[in-house]
């Protein structure tokens, strides 16, 4: 490089010094013009010599930048979460043996406790090395981050742009926010924590109720974000939970489903999730899934299950405390206090559709 270099650098200096003697011969009509000509020459050759030592490679190419295919994305088509998030496969936490992932060799799959998308770190990202490393941290908060995701979904999911360290005082917020359950690790089918007199027209009834609080419908906060499939499952049935124990004065179960999964909504379109949650209530000896967003009726438990195609590796029956995942530690966070559900529940409220890819 080095050597090219010089050489252009040679034949620009003669190529100076040919036209400084012509302006020389011109010196009697014009006295001043070989000053100021000469110092222009010089400030150009100042100037090419920088690009061609500064910006060659080895083969005297001009070098291209990096890309900035995750640099100049708008603002409106990102997405970001706070919370405990890592790397599939990574020291602790969930395994590519717990879930379903792409196993593409050019992407990382990345978990995010605050989100049911499929979302992977690619490796042709410019901070890839920098946010691997914050993604594979293992010492207590540290792996407390504001993840920020491209919010269009491809045939691998949803691209990490951004990995943040969030501020220690965020952290103990975050902390307090979602305050750990202490539930078994036991498949509780048989958890009925209320009685079994419930008919089906009262939950068709609160199941219409709930439908008709769709934020596509209800312009009144708070409501239920239905008609935006691509997430937030948790907020929606938390807040379903909240209002059963308001009407009946007794809890509801919750079910949760895990594996790659793809429904058909009542958004009109075709949504993929790694999990999804809805409340579970029982009539007699009959599970009844309360979910507006896939259905227009409550459905027997198999009939919720059948409709998420795919492949569901794990059904899990939980109490209605249980809020969302903690893929860290194999538990569940709670929102006893509703703040979280209200948030995101707002945050989805003017947002609606599936993701591009079904």
């Known amino acids: 490089m080095m050597f090219l270099a010089q050489k252009k650098f040679i034949t620009i200096i003669k190529t100076f010094l040919d036209m400084k003697r012509t302006v020389f011969t011109m010196k009697q009509m014009f006295s001043s013009t070989n000053r100021v000509f000469s110092l222009m020459i010089m400030i150009l050759v100042a100037s090419m010599t920088f690009t061609l030592v500064g910006c060659s490679d080895d083969n005297g190419r001009t070098e291209t930048p990096l890309s900035d295919k995750y640099s100049n994305i708008p603002e409106s088509e990102k997405v970001s979460f706070e919370g405990y998030a890592g790397i599939v496969g990574g020291e602790e936490g969930m395994t590519k043996n717990d879930f379903l992932y792409s196993e593409d060799s050019d992407i990382v799959n990345v978990w995010v406790d605050a989100s049911s998308r499929f979302i992977y770190l690619p490796k042709d990202h410019p901070q890839y090395n920098e946010h691997y490393k914050r993604l594979l941290k293992k010492d207590g908060r540290s792996n407390l981050l504001k993840i920020t995701i491209l919010d269009k979904q491809d045939s691998k999911g949803f691209p990490v742009i951004n990995v943040e360290e969030l501020p220690s005082k965020r952290k103990q917020e975050l902390l307090e ?182």
Not at 276 to 288: K, M, Q
């Open 177 to 358: 926010r979602y305050e750990k359950s202490e539930i078994n690790d036991d498949n509780q089918i048989s958890l009925r924590t209320y009685s079994s007199s419930i008919s089906y027209q009262q939950i068709k009834e609160f199941f219409n109720e709930m439908a008709d609080m769709n934020c596509g419908d209800y312009p009144i906060c708070p409501c239920i974000p239905f008609q935006y499939a691509i997430d937030g499952c948790y907020s929606r049935a938390h807040w379903m939970r909240k209002k059963f124990k308001e009407k009946f004065g007794f809890d509801c179960n919750k079910v949760f489903t895990y594996g790659d999964l793809r429904a058909e909504t009542q958004a009109g379109c075709t949504q993929r999730w790694r999990y999804h949650v809805a409340p579970l209530v029982d009539v007699g000896n009959t599970s009844y899934v309360i979910d507006p967003g896939l259905f227009t009726k409550p459905v027997r438990l198999g009939t919720w299950l059948d409709k998420q195609r795919g492949t569901i590796k794990k059904v899990d029956i939980r109490k209605g405390y249980a809020y969302m995942p903690d893929f860290e530690n194999g538990e569940y966070y709670t929102d006893n206090n509703y703040r979280h559900t209200i948030k995101m529940n707002e945050e989805y409220a003017f947002l609606s559709g599936c993701s591009d890819e079904d």
